[in-house]
């Protein structure tokens, strides 16, 4: 009969990312909205 | 004077009670190899194992080696239990967290088996025949004898063959080896770590799981190679040399009938045996007597870390034993 120790090590878990509350893509698409907004706004008070 | 005649007669007793004649001693003596099987159990390196590391890894793969050597024909099984593992805590642990032995599991990579060297212990039984010719001939006529011999069923000394391997089909070895159970050790062992857990209850059955094991073949495919094995081993060599000299000169006695052998010279005995022609019979499964061979098994130990186990270091106890079927 043969015993053998086992051991094995379990990492502390990765904190969750904290929440940014917009994606690139929707911050990008709401700059882009409002340059065209300010765009137009311009052209409207010319 | 009365004590020179008592003296006289208590010689004469004495000489009397010596026996007229002596006693000769033989030693009886008998070998019994019965072998020995010995079981290890390593790293895939094939150093002796005493602690198995998964580090921060989940997997670690072991070896079992079995060895035989001449063996009596028994089969074997190797059986491994787990205990849970414990959260190490300074010199002791944390017997309340723990990472549950059913998390611990048994898997094989692929070509998990392997076998080396594997031989046969075979005690092969000869039939034997002579047609006497010329001077040898007319001798054993002369002493009442018959120049055709034919001696049945003569017991050869043991002999040990090699056999070939094909892992695809092992079937055809007398001891054959097989791969292990999967799965997870659904009920924990309280053995080494584990025996000092203070939950430990009072009567517990541990889940076994078999890394390797090995089954005594009788199959005719067995005893078809090993019967080839032995007729290619003992082609050639003469009839003096593969039976007991007491045995082989016993048949020939009975095959001349008593009388007719006790009249011949013993070097007309010498070229009666050495011109005895042999035939091996095929083997039986009464005359495969044993096996040498190394088997090997490389399961692997997977450990699977539930998502709320505590950070830390954790250690358990795997047990291994070999059983003798």
Redesign the interface.
């Known amino acids: ?13 990765p904190l969750p990312l904290p929440r940014t509350g917009l994606s690139i893509e929707v911050f990008l698409a709401l700059a882009l909205l409002l340059l065209v907004v300010g765009a137009l706004a311009l052209k409207v008070a010319r | 004077m009365k004590r020179l005649l008592a003296c006289a007669a208590a010689l004469s007793i004495a000489a009397l009670a010596v026996p007229s004649a002596s006693a000769d001693e033989v030693t009886v003596s008998i070998t019994n190899p019965g072998g020995s099987r010995t ?1 290890y ?1 390593e790293n895939v390196l094939g150093q002796p ?10 997997s ?1 793969p ?1 070896r079992v080696r079995v060895v035989d050597t001449t063996m009596d024909r028994s089969g074997f099984q190797v059986l491994t239990t ?1 205990s849970n ?1 414990y959260k ?1 805590s300074g010199s002791s642990h944390d017997w309340a967290s723990t ?1 549950a032995s059913s998390d ?1 599991s048994v898997a094989y990579p692929p070509n998990p088996l392997n076998l080396l060297n594997p031989k046969a212990v075979v005690a092969p039984v000869y039939d034997m025949t002579e047609t006497l010719t010329g001077a040898l001939c007319t001798t054993v006529q002369a002493a009442g004898g018959s120049c055709s011999i034919v001696m049945n069923g003569v017991d050869g000394l043991r002999q040990t063959v090699d056999l070939a391997v094909d892992l695809a089909d092992l079937s055809s070895l007398p001891l054959v080896p097989q791969t292990g159970e999967t799965g997870d050790f659904t009920s924990p062992d309280y ?3 584990g025996a000092a857990d203070p939950n430990k209850p009072g009567s517990f059955t541990p889940t076994n799981k078999r890394v390797i094991s090995g089954v005594v073949s009788t199959a005719s495919t067995t005893l078809t190679s090993v019967s080839a094995a032995v007729q290619a081993l003992v082609a050639g060599q003469p009839a003096s040399s593969l039976v007991d000299a007491d045995t082989l000169g016993g048949s020939l006695r009975s095959a001349l009938s008593g009388p007719v052998y006790d009249a011949l010279p013993s070097t007309v005995i010498d070229q009666i045996i050495a011109g005895l022609n042999k035939t091996v019979r095929a083997v039986t499964a009464a005359d495969l007597v044993g096996q040498s061979g190394t088997y090997l098994s490389y399961p692997q ?1 997977d ?1 699977n ?1 539930p ?1 709320e ?14 059983v003798q079927l």
């Open positions: 009969m043969s015993s053998i120790t086992v051991s094995l090590e379990v990492a502390p878990r | 079981l159990v194992l005493t602690s198995l590391d998964f580090g921060t890894g989940r670690q072991f787990m593992l190490v990472i611990v053995a080494g770590i130990l450990v870390v998502a186990t505590s950070p830390g270091s954790y250690e358990g106890t795997l047990v291994v034993t070999a």
